[in-house]
């Protein structure tokens, strides 16, 4: 898999690559609640001929270090864009998006972009590996980038994920669910605060699927992180500790 030069996906790794002074992040007020991530009155629209077209309406969300919940819904309700507003990889129109008590509405564009290199890890469908690295560089390439490559961490993470006899090859020479399980382990490599994956077994059979997300959910227990999972598959959803439903632009206890 390739990127594709003026894909939206590719933003994230391109803001990523900004090699910008770091940014302070500020906090938020005292009230806010110790929840790792809180979303509150999310509102975001886009604009269409006949005018703007709402998509998310007043969502509320929040999720605990440790926890994980699948976010489902039908096509074009919204799922990925929320993913994305959490990622901060766009904007919302307005409500608030608290990471670790930060607001991320408030930060600088370089902040944004320490933010999702030192605190989110993302999984997307596509894969979304760099063709000309190997294995190896791929894994290491946003643990890298934010200063937190640890090479101890980096060797059981491979490990872990059965990829030590693949760390020389390149992307195009691995099979689908290879190369997502590089994307996890390259998602988790930083230790992310936040683990965020769009649909991440999509592109799977059911089979490579289901080990994938079994991976990743051991993971995702050792390493402490929240865990937000976008899936049309209920039978997956059920995996996780708590389901919503995406509907009409709000979220409703699935």
């Given at each position: 898999?390739?990127?594709?030069?003026?894909?939206?996906r590719l933003?994230?790794?391109?803001g990523?690559c900004?090699?910008?002074p770091?940014?302070?992040?500020a906090?938020?007020?005292?009230?806010?609640?110790?929840a790792?991530?809180?979303?509150?009155?999310?509102q975001?629209?886009?604009?269409?001929?006949?005018?703007?077209?709402?998509?998310?309406?007043?969502?509320?969300?929040s999720?605990?270090?440790?926890?994980?919940?699948?976010?489902?819904?039908?096509?074009?309700?919204?799922?990925?864009?929320?993913?994305?507003?959490?990622?901060a990889?766009?904007?919302?129109?307005?409500?608030?998006?608290?990471?670790?008590?930060?607001?991320?509405?408030?930060?600088?564009?370089?902040?944004?972009?320490?933010?999702?290199?030192?605190?989110i890890?993302?999984?997307?469908?596509?894969?979304?590996?760099?063709?000309?690295?190997?294995?190896?560089?791929?894994?290491?390439?946003?643990?890298?980038?934010?200063?937190r490559?640890?090479?101890?961490?980096?060797?059981?993470?491979?490990?872990?994920?059965?990829?030590?006899?693949?760390?020389?090859?390149y992307?195009?020479?691995?099979?689908?669910?290879?190369?997502?399980?590089?994307?996890?382990?390259?998602?988790?490599?930083?230790?992310?605060?936040?683990?965020?994956a769009?649909?991440?077994?999509g592109?799977?059979?059911?089979?490579?699927?289901?080990?994938v997300?079994?991976?990743?959910?051991?993971?995702?227990?050792e390493?402490?992180?929240?865990?937000l999972?976008?899936?049309?598959?209920?039978?997956?959803?059920?995996?996780?500790?708590?389901?919503?439903?995406?509907?009409?632009?709000?979220?409703?206890?699935?």
């Open positions: 898999m390739t990127f594709v030069a003026n894909s939206p933003s994230f790794v391109k990523s900004v090699n910008a770091s940014a302070s992040l906090p938020a007020p005292e009230t806010a609640s110790p790792l991530l809180r979303v509150i009155n999310l975001k629209s886009y604009a269409t001929p006949q005018g703007p077209l709402p998509v998310l309406s007043g969502v509320n969300l999720l605990a270090a440790g926890e994980t919940l699948a976010l489902m819904g039908e096509s074009g309700s919204g799922k990925s864009t929320l993913l994305h507003l959490i990622g990889l766009d904007h919302a129109d307005g409500g608030d998006i608290l990471i670790d008590d930060v607001e991320t509405a408030r930060l600088s564009e370089n902040a944004r972009a320490s933010l999702r290199r030192e605190k890890g993302v999984v997307f469908q596509q894969f979304n590996l760099i063709a000309s690295l190997t294995v190896a560089e791929n894994l290491a390439f946003q643990a890298r980038l934010a200063g490559y640890d090479p101890t961490w980096q060797a059981r993470l491979t490990e872990r994920l059965g990829l030590t006899p693949l760390l020389a090859r992307p195009e020479q691995l099979s689908g669910g290879q190369q997502q399980r590089v994307a996890v382990g390259r998602a988790l490599a930083v230790r992310p605060r936040l683990l965020l769009d649909e991440p077994t592109n799977l059979d059911e089979t490579t699927g289901d080990a997300l079994a991976l990743t959910l051991d993971l995702v227990r390493t402490g992180c929240g865990f999972m976008v899936t049309h598959s209920a039978r997956l959803a059920a995996r996780l500790s708590r389901q919503v439903v995406l509907e009409a632009g709000t979220l409703a206890a699935a």
